[in-house]
């Protein structure tokens, strides 16, 4: 069982009056942590035009922490597909995984917010179609030669031979939780992502399924389930849900705005008791107890996204539970 952690966002709370190059600094940071410690991965994230300065630019970020760490796998979750122009996708990836040596995963999703679409001029409706199409330019670019797939979306890409290429196969990782975005991860891609929502119940049952699809179709070639879950490291229970509290349930809120397109004042006591039911944290023992359910349900071959970066908490604070990840817990999973 692997166990990375992140999302970065990069967000700025408004009773936190550091300027927004800090939090940047704060995420190379953490990414040094994070290899520092011998955890798997770090991941970033992305959402444009949120008041709070969310994450934008996925491939820079990933570069930063290219440079900036030596061994650990650097991915996207998620980058919203359809809004690249999918031939610079590939260009950029590229120079990451270079710059890298190797080490980047690419997460792909279709997005959901109306606002994104509208201002990259790209309709809701094409969302699916552009994922897909993207997928396969992707692989086309990276692959030796010209691109030989005929876009829909994009007519030059037809005869371009992208360069340099990557310097690895370059794993493409699709998120969702509907049946046919987990159909699509299972045929079309490396591995798929459970967003955080999921119940382990409802995990079980699409983990089964990508199985039964990949086998029954005769997919070969190694399939990686990543599973994402918020929580945090501590002394206590009460420790650990201290630390993440105003980050988490401050992050909860503004993806509520995102998914709705509306504002969102404060989240319910009933949400508010769920999101905390739904993350995983306490002290090592915790902690271990909690992933060890998972790779039971799941088998000891999942990496699990364990989110511990929750926007205005403290870099001090993120620093030791990465530390402790990597000293107290991954160990034991192992």
């Not at 809004?83 to 997460?107: K, M, N, Q």
């Not at 000891?300 to 539970?321: L, N």
Request: net charge negative.
């Amino acid at each position: 069982m692997k166990l990375g952690t992140g999302l970065f966002t990069c967000q700025r709370r408004p009773d936190d009056d550091r300027p927004m190059a800090d939090l940047y600094d704060e995420m190379l940071t953490l990414g040094r942590a994070i290899d520092d410690a011998g955890l798997d991965s770090a991941w970033v994230s992305e959402h444009h035009f949120m008041p709070d300065g969310y994450l934008s630019g996925t491939m820079p970020a990933l570069g930063a922490l290219a440079a900036a760490t030596e061994s650990v796998e650097l991915g996207t979750c998620i980058a919203l597909a359809p809004l690249y122009d999918p031939i610079r996708l590939a260009e950029d990836a590229a120079t990451v995984d270079l710059i890298s040596g190797g080490r980047t995963t690419l997460g792909l999703a279709i997005g959901s917010n109306p606002r994104e679409f509208d201002a990259f001029g790209v309709p809701r409706d094409e969302r699916v179609d552009r994922l897909a199409d993207t997928v396969s330019l992707l692989r086309d670019a990276w692959s030796d030669g010209p691109i030989a797939h005929e876009s829909p979306f994009h007519e030059g890409a037809t005869g371009v031979d992208v360069t340099p290429k990557p310097a690895h196969d370059v794993p493409l990782m699709l998120g969702g939780a509907a049946k046919p975005a987990v159909r699509r991860a299972a045929r079309t891609a490396d591995a798929w992502c459970a967003p955080s929502s999921l119940s382990l119940g409802g995990l079980r049952k699409r983990v089964e399924d990508i199985r039964s699809v990949r086998e029954a179709e005769g997919l070969d070639g190694e399939f990686t389930i990543y599973v994402l879950q918020h929580g945090f490291v501590g002394d206590s229970k009460a420790e650990a849900w201290d630390a993440m509290r105003d980050g988490y349930l401050y992050l909860q809120r503004r993806y509520a705005e995102i998914f709705s397109g509306d504002e969102v004042h404060e989240l319910s006591d009933e949400r508010r008791a769920e999101l905390k039911a739904q993350a995983v944290f306490g002290t090592p023992d915790d902690v271990v107890a909690e992933l060890a359910r998972y790779r039971d349900a799941l088998g000891d071959d999942i990496h699990f996204i364990f989110r511990t970066y929750h926007p205005g908490i403290g870099t001090d604070r993120m620093v030791e539970c990465v530390r402790r990840l990597g000293d107290e817990v991954r160990p034991r999973l192992v």
